[in-house]
């Protein structure tokens, strides 16, 4: 079972930015499509930026153009910058795991909160 550990999240006043890191265990890191997901109040969780193993990434059309999705394997990290931060954003924030076979494995999560 991965372990994901996010941090970065925060407080931030709209117009702001922060980046979300994810830190995972395991040496398979390179081989996983990694993606940020959250979960405001009320509401399901969504899918807000996906990348692959080979780079390719992906965003839902309302954070596409102020949020970006990086990785790095030598560290076995994976990021979420986020500029333009609006209160709409305000969730709490998941990295996630996938590896054919093995599964989606989810972190505990991080709080973003955005104040107009």
């Known amino acids: 079972q991965a372990q994901l550990v996010e941090s970065g999240g925060g407080l931030v006043q709209a117009g702001g930015s922060l980046r979300l890191s994810c830190a995972a265990s395991?040496?398979?890191?390179?081989?996983?499509?990694m993606g940020w997901y959250r979960q405001a109040p009320g509401k399901q969780r969504e899918s807000v930026a996906l990348?692959?193993?080979?780079?390719?990434?992906n965003y839902a059309d309302s954070v596409k153009g102020r949020f970006t999705i990086s990785r790095d394997n030598a560290k076995n990290t994976v990021y979420l910058q986020m500029n333009s931060l609006k209160p709409e954003d305000t969730a709490v924030y998941y990295c996630a795991r996938l590896v054919s076979g093995i599964g989606l494995s989810w972190g505990q999560g991080t709080q973003v909160t955005v104040y107009s």
């Open positions: 990348i692959t193993s080979g780079g390719m990434t």
């Open positions: 395991g040496s398979i890191f390179s081989i996983a499509n």
